[in-house]
């Protein structure tokens, strides 16, 4: 393991402890797969005071700064490159609400907008993360009267959008190393609608991690082996960590420094894997 700055290189992971609305350490066009869930406006507290959405002035300025993140994805992502965000509905009350009642903000159709108007991008896919099966969800509003009956959320959503032009062609070596089963493809792919366990934010000791489970689908199904996987918004490193693991390169970026030791304890517990 190096440092170097403020940044930690093990094997094939770089990490950077900085915003990521600028990425200069990154080439234009040499990332092949963006994987990332970003911050949640005013909803989850990342323990970091440059973080996007905690206390932003509007809902409009935390997108305005989401969408910086999303320019540098672009640029630094390869022609044929995806990018898949995990975001779920956001349900705002009191002074945060436009009109001081609850509103629900979806996210996706502001972020759909914002990559079309990039004329690079466009909507390759959307999967559908259930977790009705794992986790207990209640909602009241008027209940038992109308009209105000408050509807529940108990699903993410992971959209991914695709930039334009083509890959140059990989090795048959590559091809065949990067090979889904036909499991993988009916489970993943056919039906996209996924279940998975999610990760405890306890243990992880992060307020809003993801499994494993959810990286390791993406890369499968996005990208090549020896590919290069990037997540903005690193937190404890999953992304990174599970990119290794699947053969790919991993860059992260990370505001927190006090992730550090979780993120190096991963990374190089793949190390120790590889050995």
């Known amino acids: 393991m190096d440092k170097i700055n403020d940044s930690i290189v093990i094997n094939d992971a770089k990490i950077f402890f900085k915003n990521s609305t ?32 905690l206390g932003s002035s509007s809902y409009e300025y935390y997108l305005s700064e989401l969408n910086k993140v999303w320019q540098e994805c672009i640029r630094v992502l390869a022609p044929d490159g995806k990018i898949c965000i995990n975001i779920m509905p956001f349900l705002l009350t009191g002074k945060a609400a436009r009109f001081k009642r609850r509103e629900t903000r979806l996210v996706l159709g502001d972020i759909e907008r914002f990559m079309d108007s990039t004329k690079e991008m466009y909507q390759f896919g959307l999967y559908i993360w259930d977790k009705r099966k794992i986790a207990r969800f209640s909602s009241f509003g008027s209940y038992p009267y109308p009209p105000n009956l408050f509807s529940t959320y108990p699903y993410e ?20 190393k990067s090979k889904l089963t036909t499991k993988e493809w009916q489970d993943w792919a056919i039906n996209s609608i996924w279940e998975m366990q999610p990760a405890s934010a306890k243990r992880e000791k992060h307020p809003a991690p993801f499994p494993d489970e959810m990286p390791k689908r993406l890369i499968r199904l996005h990208s090549f082996y020896g590919d290069t996987v990037l997540d903005p918004f690193l937190g404890t490193g999953t992304t990174a960590k599970v990119a290794l693991e699947l053969g790919r390169k991993a860059i992260g970026y990370e505001l927190n420094r006090e992730y550090e030791p979780l993120i190096t304890k991963k990374l190089l517990s793949v190390e120790e894997c590889v050995l």
Not at 39 to 50: A, C, S, V
Not at 157 to 176: A, C, L, M
């Open 22 to 53: 600028n990425m200069a350490e990154i080439p234009s066009s040499s990332v092949n797969l963006i994987i990332t869930s970003p911050p949640y406006w005013t909803l989850k507290d990342y323990e970091n005071e440059d973080q996007i959405g």
């Open 157 to 176: 959503w992971i959209t991914v959008f695709s930039k334009q032009g083509k890959r140059p062609k990989v090795s048959k070596e590559i091809k065949e």
